[in-house]
């Protein structure tokens, strides 16, 4: 087997930013079993006093989420919050038509808002602006955050919740580029909508982050032209811009699959330099940030939704998006991870779609049965625990191939991240050739006295080896395959794999 040789250059003062900890952010929508029969299960024999489950909320802490979207998605844009809160015995059970589902509003604002604070993280809530408007979006708001001695902050305190959310980050609608939306609108039609929205949200609460609805994918066919027409509109009253991705590999094609980060990578830079016209266009001073808040792979359950919705829809909380990843699939998401970290200067909100049963990391059987981790756990929960910090700009050397769709794919990503306070840095790295390890070698002179902690590493034989209750096929281990002498690491990087090494002093 060949081996191909990678050099990497990591220096502290070669920095792109601190990395903001909501890159880690993750996302629950009222589709599917999400939040019933995921968070959501009274008569589980973990479930809390409010009939949330404890050993899916402990999986959700060890992957030390700092914030979540909620509630959609494509389901915001036919939400009621009102139906949401009060007495759950006099919530209406409404036709759920993102999905096509009954939403029976067991699990409202308040609950979800009080599980996620318990689950240690902020929500991150989306207002309607697909069948709803500005009026509604200030209603949501004040129910939220005003004090009191006003209707909504009233009606708060009556439903038994008398200290305000203080929910500090709010996305104007969802993917309202899209047809497939309810209330999807032209670019002139969002941006007037969303400048609006955001002017009046800020009146009510200034201290309030907005997120101006970016495209929904890098394929969409006004893409860019969406953000700069959009942004137009917004740029003085929002402080970030949405996108959303997913991959997969339908065609059966690693190689190519695996390249698909370079694709993100692009996606980003557009965006940003589109931004960067925009506020040279308003003579700004301000950059517009990134929040990333829907991306994953996702393809593997499409034909059993369109089975779902299409034949037997209008059930309570049917199984729709229940993608069962395999190894290749946490490989693409450790790319992912690696792409976000790199543009940490401007990404500084990503939220992994989604978390609990709905393309997610974290599964439950049905019925009520054991919760288990998928692949793609794994490196969210290395990149959680062990990216925060400051991304450093990695120097990388690497062999190049081209797949079936791109060119120049480097067999080699990396980053690293160094943490100051704890003297530790820790390099991220794939290797995405399905044929050869790699030797790669890190010139880290300027981390004098540093030694090397540990080497996690998850690979598989199998590229499409997958996990599942109580059979874990795809789990991290400890290895001996990273050494340093003087200022340079060696690590031998095995086809196919994410790798975690940790140095500190």
């Known amino acids: ?50 009939g ?113 959310h203080n929910i500090k ?9 899209g047809p497939w939306q309810l209330g999807h609108k032209t670019m002139e039609e969002y941006g007037r909508l969303a400048e609006e929205t955001a002017r009046a949200m800020k009146i009510i609460d200034p201290t309030i982050e907005l997120v101006s609805c970016g495209s929904s994918s890098l394929t969409m066919p006004t893409f860019p032209d969406w953000e700069a027409v959009t942004l137009q509109h917004t740029y003085d009253h929002v402080d970030y811009v949405s996108m959303h991705q997913y991959y997969g590999n339908g065609k059966g094609d690693s190689e190519d699959f695996l390249a698909s980060s370079d694709d993100m990578d692009q996606f980003i830079r557009t965006v940003i330099a589109t931004c960067d016209y925009v506020k040279a266009k308003k003579r700004g001073k301000k950059d517009i940030k990134i929040s990333f808040d829907e991306w994953n792979v996702w393809y593997h359950s ?21 993608d ?45 049965g054991a919760a288990w981790k998928q692949t793609i756990f794994y490196p969210f929960m290395h990149a959680s625990a062990y990216g925060r910090g400051t991304a450093l700009l990695p120097v990388i050397s690497s062999p190049k191939f081209d797949t079936a769709t791109h060119a120049d794919v480097t067999a080699v990503e990396a980053v690293s991240v160094y943490n100051e306070e704890k003297e530790e840095v820790t390099i991220f790295a794939v290797n995405r050739s399905i044929k050869d390890d790699a030797e790669m070698t890190i010139d880290v002179r300027s981390f004098e006295g540093y030694r090397v902690l540990e080497h996690t590493v998850l690979e598989s034989d199998d590229l ?25 690491v060696t690590s031998i990087l095995h086809k196919a794999s994410w790798n975690v090494i940790r140095l500190g002093k």
């Open 1 to 50: 087997m060949a081996c191909n040789k990678v050099k990497m250059v990591i220096d502290k003062e070669f920095r792109i930013s601190e990395v903001d900890e909501r890159i880690y952010g993750s996302f629950i929508e009222h589709l599917g079993r999400a939040v019933y029969d995921g968070i959501y299960s009274p008569e589980h024999p973990s479930a809390d006093e409010y």
């Open 464 to 488: 499409l080896a997958v996990n599942g209750p109580f059979q874990e096929k795809v789990a991290p281990k400890q290895t001996s395959q990273s050494s340093i002498d003087g200022g340079t």
């Open 324 to 368: 069962i990843y395999n190894f290749e699939d946490a490989l693409l998401v450790g790319l992912m991870l690696i792409t976000l970290l790199k543009h940490a200067d401007r990404v500084k909100m990503a939220c992994l779609a989604q978390l609990v049963n709905v393309i997610a990391p974290i599964m439950t059987e049905a019925g009520g």
């Open 169 to 177: 980050t709010w996305c104007l609608g969802n993917e309202m580029d």
């Open 52 to 164: 949330f489950r404890n050993d899916v909320k402990d999986l959700i802490k060890e992957l030390n989420v700092p914030i979540i979207r909620y509630p959609g998605g494509n389901f915001v844009s036919s939400f009621n919050w009102e139906d949401s809160v009060g007495p759950v015995s006099e919530r209406p059970r409404r036709l759920e038509l993102a999905w096509k589902s009954i939403e029976e509003n067991k699990v409202g604002l308040n609950e979800f808002t009080k599980w996620a604070r318990n689950a240690g993280s902020d929500v991150m809530m989306a207002v309607n602006l697909g069948t709803r408007g500005i009026a509604d979006a200030c209603n949501i708001l004040e129910y939220c955050n005003h004090p009191g001695n006003t209707k909504y902050s009233d009606l708060r305190i009556s439903h038994g919740y008398k200290e305000p």
């Open 302 to 322: 499409s034909a059993a939704d369109n089975e779902t919705t299409e034949k037997h829809p209008w059930q309570i909380a049917p199984p729709l998006l229940e």
